[in-house]
């Protein structure tokens, strides 16, 4: 089991960056997919991005590709998100998520319903 607490949420211009973090309070991220999720008023959580246990490969949704990076430190604990270039359609509440999965696992996943363990959350929001 994992406690997950993210921050690093902001009110910024159009254009500007933030980073967020997710860190473990209890328990170790290692032996997890990590993934960042965002819910906007009245919609869907939907995918952002996730990164294997290993760290060796992410995948990011079509909308943040090349602007967001996904990154860990499994000594640290935490799991990062980059997020360069932000636009008001970014502006959301952004969660982490824990996957278990095997060691070994090469693939992340992008529903939802495969993370077993959630952060509560952290507001980001892009003025225009």
């Known amino acids: 089991q994992v406690q997950l607490v993210e921050s690093g949420g902001d009110l910024v211009q159009a254009g500007g960056s933030l980073r967020l973090s997710c860190a473990a309070s209890?328990?170790?991220?290692?032996?997890?997919?990590m993934g960042w999720f965002r819910q906007a008023p009245g919609k869907e959580r939907e995918f952002v991005a996730a990164?294997?246990?290993?760290?060796?490969?992410?995948e990011y949704v079509a909308s943040v590709n090349g602007r967001f990076t996904v990154s860990r430190d499994n000594a640290k604990n935490t799991v990062y998100l980059q997020m360069n270039s932000l636009t008001p359609e970014d502006t959301a509440v952004y969660f982490c998520?824990?996957?278990?999965?095997?060691?070994?696992?090469?693939?992340?996943?992008?529903?939802?319903?495969?993370?077993?363990?959630w952060g509560q959350g952290t507001q980001v929001t892009v003025s225009s």
């Open positions: 990164i294997t246990r290993s760290g060796l490969k992410s």
């Open positions: 998520g824990a996957d278990a999965v095997p060691w070994y696992t090469s693939y992340v996943h992008r529903l939802k319903g495969e993370y077993e363990y």
């Open positions: 209890r328990g170790t991220i290692s032996s997890y997919t």
